[in-house]
């Protein structure tokens, strides 16, 4: 499982998405690279190689959908839903 800080913030978003003490900024306008990047590094962060991105698609207008899924049989780690807009990040069943 990938660890997650408070707020439902993904660690180590970069790019300046997020601000202060893990507070998501407004108006940020994320694409689904930007998304997929994030989450290439946080996987690398951890240090697993045995996790990979998945599927990472635009939901709708404000929601960007982002999976953590195994190198081996693509198995679903994890699922997240991020807001497009403010950069938080919440895990989604």
């Given at each position: 499982?990938?660890?997650?800080?408070?707020g439902?913030?993904?660690?180590?978003?970069?790019?300046?998405?997020m601000?202060?003490?893990?507070?998501?900024q407004?108006?940020?306008?994320?694409?689904?690279?930007?998304?997929?990047g994030?989450?290439?590094?946080?996987?690398?962060?951890?240090?697993?190689?045995?996790?990979?991105?998945g599927?990472?698609?635009?939901?709708?207008d404000?929601t960007?959908?982002?999976?953590i899924?195994?190198?081996?049989k693509e198995?679903?780690v994890?699922?997240?839903?991020?807001?497009?807009?403010t950069?938080?990040w919440?895990q989604?069943?």
């Open positions: 499982m990938m660890p997650m800080m408070g439902g913030m993904m660690p180590m978003m970069g790019g300046g998405m601000g202060w003490y893990g507070q998501p407004a108006n940020l306008n994320l694409s689904v690279d930007d998304v997929r994030s989450v290439e590094r946080s996987i690398a962060m951890m240090g697993n190689p045995r996790l990979k991105p599927r990472i698609v635009a939901t709708n404000d960007i959908t982002a999976e899924v195994t190198v081996d198995a679903l994890q699922r997240f839903a991020v807001n497009r807009h950069g938080y919440q989604v069943p």
